[in-house]
């Protein structure tokens, strides 16, 4: 229970990057801004606090004022949209713990650390966490940031590609908060492939790093979607089906995904069983 429970977390964050929240209410707070609770899937809640700043007309220079982030904190800014959006939070554990402990331990900062007043975003890190906190803050397109780290100035420019700031420096940022989730638990960018805790079990790959060899055709209704969890046999063969959006399907859906067959996953020089999601339209 406790390997499935880390691997659809992990398996949740490959397949939910790109991403949009799901809007699960609103709450009015001052400044022009509103406070929105909001997750990335029905299934999975990674990210629990947003704030989005509606501006007409859009403001020309936002300043973002972050206090208190540690070196192996993660911060990241991207120009896109014509909103400016934060989500802030922080995970509390590494890939070591989480395979020990199962799921991933992510939770939103409290509101009172982040605020928006007119043009002016300020971040305070709570000095009683212990984690990597991660604020990923998405400002609109071609406007100008001016970002301030403990009082002193680091930046101050139109963000055209995301940047990231971790361990006191400027780098290439990730594309969406769903990776700045996984950066900041992994440390990095986040791994394709994952080991299972002991050998006997599949491998956590991400779908796009599969080959299908026999697809059968699946009837889904306009404008709706699968979920679905795979595991692989080393063969390529599919072991078992599970459907997490809808929470069942109808048996001659299931019946059809459970022949499809992939070209056998090869990782260090053998062939490997493996657990994947998929998103089927």
Not at 7 to 22: M, N, P, R
Not at 171 to 183: D, I, Q, Y
Not at 237 to 253: G, I, K, N, Y
Request: hydrophobic share 40%.
């Amino acid at each position: 229970m406790r390997d499935r429970a880390f691997a659809l977390s992990v398996l949740c964050l490959f397949l939910l990057w790109g991403s949009e929240g799901i809007s699960l209410g609103q709450t009015p707070s001052g400044g022009g801004a509103r406070e929105e609770i909001v997750r990335f899937s029905r299934f999975y809640p990674l990210l629990n606090r947003r704030v989005t700043f509606d501006a007409r007309p859009r403001p020309r220079e936002i300043l973002v004022r972050i206090d208190g982030l540690r070196l192996d904190d993660v911060l990241v800014i991207r120009g896109q949209g014509e909103v400016l959006s934060i989500w802030a939070g922080y995970a509390s554990g590494r890939l070591g713990d989480l395979l020990q402990r199962g799921g991933l331990d992510v939770h939103p900062l409290p509101s009172s650390c982040v605020r928006v007043e007119g043009t002016t975003v300020s971040v305070r890190r709570p000095e009683e966490i212990e984690g990597i906190v991660f604020v990923d803050l998405q400002v609109p397109k071609d406007t100008r940031v001016h970002l301030v780290r403990d009082g002193q100035t680091l930046l101050r420019a139109r963000v055209s590609e995301p940047i990231a700031l971790r361990e006191g420096a400027l780098a290439p940022g990730s594309r969406n908060p769903a990776e700045t989730v996984l950066r900041a638990v992994f440390g990095g960018n986040a791994p394709d492939v994952l080991r299972p805790p002991s050998p006997d079990q599949p491998y956590i790959v991400s779908f796009h790093r599969l080959t299908i060899r026999k697809r059968v055709p699946v009837s889904i209704p306009r404008g709706e979607r699968l979920v679905v969890l795979f595991v692989i046999n080393a063969d390529g063969t599919v072991a078992q089906v599970v459907s997490l959006e809808p929470e069942t399907v109808a048996p001659e859906v299931e019946q059809a995904l459970r022949q499809w067959e992939f070209e056998p996953f090869v990782y260090e020089g053998r062939a490997v069983s493996v657990k994947t999601l998929a998103l089927i339209r």
